[in-house]
C-alpha cells in the first residue's frame, strides 16, 4: 500500500522549473530517501507535500489525503525543516511542549512525551536550557525530535543531519530507524550518499527538479554501467583524467581529493593499458572498489553529487 503518491507533480518559480513533473509513491512502513546536490528540487518538493508551497502542477496525495486539504495533510504529518524550527529564547524542553500544544497534543502527555524526546537524544540533562546556548548539533537532534512530539503517521525529514559530526550523525539514524520500525514512514531528503544507502529502503536520485532513478540503493549499485571500480591513488592533476578515458573498457573516470576512479566493463588486459597510461607517474596505491550512490549518480547525471 502506498502513504505517499505523487503525480506529475510540478514547481515553477516564474519560468524556471524547481521541480519538473515528477511522479513516485512511498510505500507504507518504508524509509523512502530523496538523494540529489543542492538546488536538486528536494526542499520544494518536501515543502509541497507538506503543505507549505502551493504546487504549479500535478497531485500527490499523503495516506489519501490531497495536498489540497492542508489540514487533513498537517493532522497526520511531522516536518523536520531544512531551516531549524526552534525558539531560542524558551529552553528545550518548552520548546518541546510548546510545539505539542501547537499541534493539540494535550498538557500531560506533551510534558511526558517531551521528556522522551530529550532522552532519545540525550539531552535531558539540558532540558531546563536555553536553545540558544545549544551547540548547533544539539539545536538539529532538538528540531529532528520537536516535529514527532504528535506521533505523525508519516515523517518528512530535509536534510537531518546536514554538518553532524559522525557521533550526533549516526544518533540520529538510529532515531530514525527506530520510529520507523514503531510504524511511521518516513520521507527524507539527503545529499549524503552514505546516509541514503545506511537508512533507505529505497532511493530516489533527484537532480534539476527530475528524478533519474528509483529504486532500493542495493539496485542502484548493481545497474551502474561498468559494474567493477578500479581506484587509484595519485600524485598528480586532474589532467590525468583524459588519458586513462582514453583506455579501453573504461567506461568512465572521475577525479576527487587525489583519487582516481575509474568505471569499468571488463577487466581484460585492463592493469597493463593503465600502467602504460600511467607509467612515469607517482602512484601511491591501486585498488579495486565497490560502486556507491555517488557512482551512481555520476553515472546517471555525469555530476558528482558533492564539490
Ligand atoms: N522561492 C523561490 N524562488 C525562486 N527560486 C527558488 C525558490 N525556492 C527555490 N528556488 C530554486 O529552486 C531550485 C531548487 O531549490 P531547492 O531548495 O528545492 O533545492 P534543494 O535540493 O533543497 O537544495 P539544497 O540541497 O541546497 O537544500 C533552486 O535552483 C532554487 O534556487
Ligand atoms: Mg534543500
Not at 147 to 167: I, N, R, S, W
Not at 188 to 213: F, S
Not at 249 to 275: P, S, W
Request: net charge negative; aromatic share 6%.
Amino acid at each position: 500500500m502506498s502513504s505517499i503518491t505523487v503525480e506529475a507533480l510540478e514547481k515553477r518559480f516564474g519560468s524556471f522549473v524547481a521541480v519538473d513533473g515528477i511522479s513516485f509513491d512511498v510505500r507504507e512502513g518504508e524509509i523512502f530517501g530523496f538523494l540529489g546536490p543542492n538546488g536538486a528540487g528536494k526542499s520544494t518538493t518536501v515543502n509541497m507535500l507538506t503543505c507549505q508551497l502551493r504546487p504549479t502542477g500535478g497531485t500527490a496525495h499523503v495516506k489519501g489525503i490531497p495536498l489540497t486539504d492542508e489540514r487533513g495533510i498537517r493532522s497526520i504529518i511531522g516536518i523536520v525543516p531544512q531551516e531549524l524550527a526552534l525558539n531560542d529564547l524558551l529552553t528545550a524542553y518548552q520548546n518541546l511542549v510548546l510545539y505539542g500544544s501547537l499541534y493539540g497534543v494535550s498538557r500531560v502527555d506533551a510534558k511526558r512525551r517531551a521528556l522522551e524526546m530529550l532522552e532519545a537524544m540525550g539531552l535531558e540533562k539540558r532540558k531546563n536550557d536555553l536553545v540558544k546556548d545549544f551547540s548547533g548539533g544539539m539545536k538539529q537532534r532538538l528540531n529532528v525530535v520537536m516535529a514527532l512530539m504528535h506521533e505523525p503517521k508519516v515523517l518528512f525529514l530535509d536534510e537531518p543531519t546536514t554538518g553532524m559530526d559522525p557521533q550526533a550523525r549516526r544518533m540520529i539514524w538510529d532515531f530514525i530507524r527506530d520510529i520507523n520500525k514503531r510504524g511511521t514512514t518516513i520521507f527524507l531528503t539527503t545529499h549524503y550518499m552514505e546516509e541514503a544507502d545506511y537508512l533507505c529502503n529505497r532511493v530516489a536520485i533527484i537532480d534539476e527538479g527530475r528524478i533519474k532513478a528509483i529504486d532500493t540503493p542495493r539496485a542502484l549499485k548493481r545497474q551502474i554501467k561498468g559494474e567493477d571500480i578500479i581506484q587509484i591513488q595519485v600524485d598528480e592533476d586532474e589532467r590525468l583524467l583524459d588519458d586513462v578515458k582514453g583506455i579501453p573498457n573504461v567506461k568512465d573516470a572521475l577525479y576527487a581529493n587525489g583519487m582516481l576512479k575509474l568505471f569499468i566493463e571488463d577487466r581484460d588486459g585492463l592493469l597493463l593499458d593503465i600502467a602504460t597510461v600511467l607509467s612515469g607517474r607517482s602512484i601511491v596505491s591501486i585498488s579495486s572498489a565497490e560502486p556507491t550512490l555517488e557512482d551512481v549518480f555520476l553515472s546517471l547525471t555525469g555530476k558528482k553529487l558533492r564539490d
